[in-house]
């Protein structure tokens, strides 16, 4: 049976996709249930220039390569196209590529749906969202802008909770009632989900992608990723994707020498070929895979209404010579480290998600010194809205681990990162790469018995919330797990029954109330206007004091890094008013001490600190007091 011509490309569609400048590939490429002459089918669209013959095979034609051969276009594009009369929704199918060097069976690039692990064919699907997030939509410009408060929290959706009795996740519509009602009742602003776009190896975590158009089929339809979304948006949570332009996995179905040529991948495997990771790498300097790309991050903001793309391995991709030996890497044609094609890709991306979704955040995960990775491309930057703060995290949680009687000898730890704080816009990670591969837990990092474990960790999350930038907090440290994260399982969610683990839920839930009732935590968290150190220096007693201020108004934060309480301990006064207890995480609430504090201060003149007046605190052990001046 042959294949009708038809084609959902014009003349300028073509033109743009071979310059790399085609940002909606998705509504062109793939599978697309329409009607020709009256009769009703599917339209296929496949790029595969080195490909000799190709056609469409699937459980409509018995997986028979001679049945739909699609035709190629006269354009030298490379595009192959047809039209297949009665394949209707639910079919199943892939690409049959002949070239002069092999002949692949492929997944649709673009497929919008694919079919359930193991299985590895594509799925005809006319994805047909409802929504209902149009009042979330008119507003997330404030909610997502960058003096607004951003707590987010990092979910991977197979192991956030599971149903028990039959030994499975939960499903996307099960997560939009039980995932959202858990985040709204936290009080997080945002919900980040590990990559959910259609990956072969669950141990990958969803970051070796083979369906970068597909919502994984493991928790359920197209539509239904869509209602959890929708569900988060109408709790007034904004939604994070984990997007990997980075690398691909090798599976036959996949990218990889899609049409028997290094298609999507760089033909230098110095340059295209990842040795930790053993994937491909995207040749970023190839126009059509710009398209590529680009079209996919535009297509989930466009089609899922995604609120901010957090891109993985941003490092991988700046540097020709990341975790490569001398020998294995070739410099650039400066003679430099750095990868030219990655960075304008890069620059490119950032440019046209902005300039199509101002509305919406970019944040790179990336762990080098790299400059201006968090300033729009105008002023020379990489153009991404925020930047992890990886240094901080690595020095703090070092620090933390420490047994507190020889934390005089580390402040610096802490107090170092303020030294850089405000050259990028931070996020503050503790994320799900902190919690495995041996790491232990952050519960488990923290010295001491349970109870200055507990301690340890409330105070840790209370100079986190307090230090300028956003945050970032991996499921199941907001009650304390004390296992490392584990993929194939649960969170341990029986814990919170247990008084410490409530305790610390309690704070965190408190700690993100906190965040957002109070602008001088977010108003200026990347501008150095917005912070002051108070004491920096007292190492003896392992002691900061410091100021936020934004929004006109200011918190004193005073640390205590040791189980040792501080009676009459003087710090120097921001000014003549006077302050009221905001916070306290060591209040028997939280399964604190409950030792007495302050309610109030009241500056006294005698300078203290190089300031004219000051006052004196009670500090608990192992505790922050949060006052605000009023």
């Known amino acids: 049976m042959g294949v009708l011509t038809h084609s959902l490309f014009s003349e ?55 049945t739909h051969p699609l035709q190629v276009r006269w354009d030298k594009s490379g595009i192959w196209e047809g039209f297949i009369p009665k394949v209707a929704q639910g079919a199943l199918y892939k690409y049959h590529i002949q070239s002069a060097t092999a002949v692949t069976q492929k997944a649709d690039p673009y497929a919008r749906r694919a079919e359930h692990p193991p299985k590895t064919a594509s799925v005809v ?20 802008s960058l003096d607004a408060p951003w707590s987010v929290y990092e979910v991977h959706l197979g192991s956030w909770k599971r149903v028990v009795k039959e030994n499975r996740s939960l499903s996307y519509k099960e997560l939009a009632v039980e995932l959202v009602a858990f985040a709204k009742a936290m009080n997080y602003t945002h919900i980040e989900f590990m990559p959910i776009m259609e990956h072969p190896y669950n141990p990958s975590w969803g970051y070796q992608i083979t369906g970068y158009f597909a919502p994984t089929a493991r928790y359920g339809y197209p539509e239904e990723f869509q209602e959890l979304v929708d569900a988060c948006h109408k709790a007034g949570l904004g939604v994070v994707l984990d997007w990997v332009p980075s ?9 990889g020498c899609f049409d028997g040529s290094h298609l999507y991948e760089h033909p230098d495997p110095k340059r295209g070929y990842h040795p930790d990771w053993k994937s491909l790498i995207f040749n970023y300097g190839r126009n059509e895979v710009k ?110 681990k420490k047994e507190p009687i020889y934390r005089r000898h580390h402040q610096n730890d802490l107090t170092f990162s303020m030294t850089y704080a405000f050259t990028e816009n931070f996020m503050l990670p503790f994320s799900h790469d902190e919690v495995v591969y041996g790491k232990s837990s952050l519960l488990g990092r923290m010295p001491g018995d349970e109870w200055q474990k507990f301690a340890n960790l409330r105070l840790l999350y209370v100079y986190m ?112 008013a006077k302050a009221q207890l905001r916070f306290n995480s060591d209040d028997i609430s939280y399964y604190g001490a409950g030792m007495e504090v302050k309610e109030w201060l009241q500056p006294e003149k005698t300078s203290w600190h190089g300031r004219a007046t000051s006052s004196t605190v009670e500090l608990p052990g192992l505790s922050v007091l949060v006052y605000k001046l009023v």
């Not at 009256?38 to 000799?52: L, N, R």
């Not at 699907?125 to 997502?144: G, T, V």
């Not at 690398?247 to 990218?255: I, Q, T, V, W």
């Not at 304390?480 to 399982?489: D, I, R, S």
Request: glycine letters at 8%.
């Open 12 to 66: 300028e569609d073509i033109y743009l996709f071979k310059s790399g400048s085609h940002y909606r590939l998705y509504q062109h490429f793939g599978s697309h249930m329409l009607e020709k002459d009256g009769e009703k089918g599917t339209y296929f669209a496949v790029w595969a220039p080195s490909a000799e013959v190709v056609s469409v095979i699937g459980d409509f034609n018995d997986w028979d390569p001679a």
């Open 125 to 144: 699907w006319n994805y047909l969202p409802q929504w209902s997030d149009q009042e979330w939509m008119n507003q997330r410009y404030k909610n997502n």
């Open 247 to 255: 690398h691909f996995p090798e599976d036959a179905h996949g990218l």
């Open 291 to 400: 398209s590529f790309l680009i079209s996919n991050a535009l297509f989930w903001l466009d089609q899922y209404h995604i609120d901010a793309l957090r891109v993985d391995a941003v490092a991988s991709m700046l540097y020709l010579d990341y975790s490569r030996d001398e020998g294995d890497w070739e410099p650039n044609q400066y003679g430099g480290r750095e990868n030219l094609e990655a960075i304008a890709f890069i620059k490119e991306c950032n440019e046209a998600i902005y300039r199509h979704y101002p509305d919406v955040q970019t944040i790179a995960e990336e762990s080098t010194s790299f400059p201006m990775v968090s300033k729009p491309t105008s002023m020379g930057g990489l153009g991404f809205g925020m930047k992890w703060m990886m240094g901080w995290m690595h020095d703090t949680l070092q620090y933390f």
């Open 465 to 576: 919330f307090t230090h300028p930038g956003t945050k970032l907090m991996m499921m199941g440290a907001e009650f304390g797990q004390h296992e490392e994260w584990n993929f194939e399982g649960s969170l341990d969610w029986h814990l919170i029954q247990y008084a410490p683990h409530q305790g610390l839920l309690d704070c965190v839930r408190g700690l993100n109330d906190l965040y957002q009732q109070e602008p001088a935590l977010y108003k200026e968290q990347f501008n150095a206007d917005g912070f002051e150190w108070i004491s920096y220096d007292d190492a003896a007693n392992s002691v900061l004091a410091y100021v936020r201020k934004g929004g006109g108004e200011k918190l004193l934060v005073i640390c205590n890094l040791t189980p040792v309480p501080r009676s009459n301990y003087r710090i120097g006064w921001p000014g003549e």
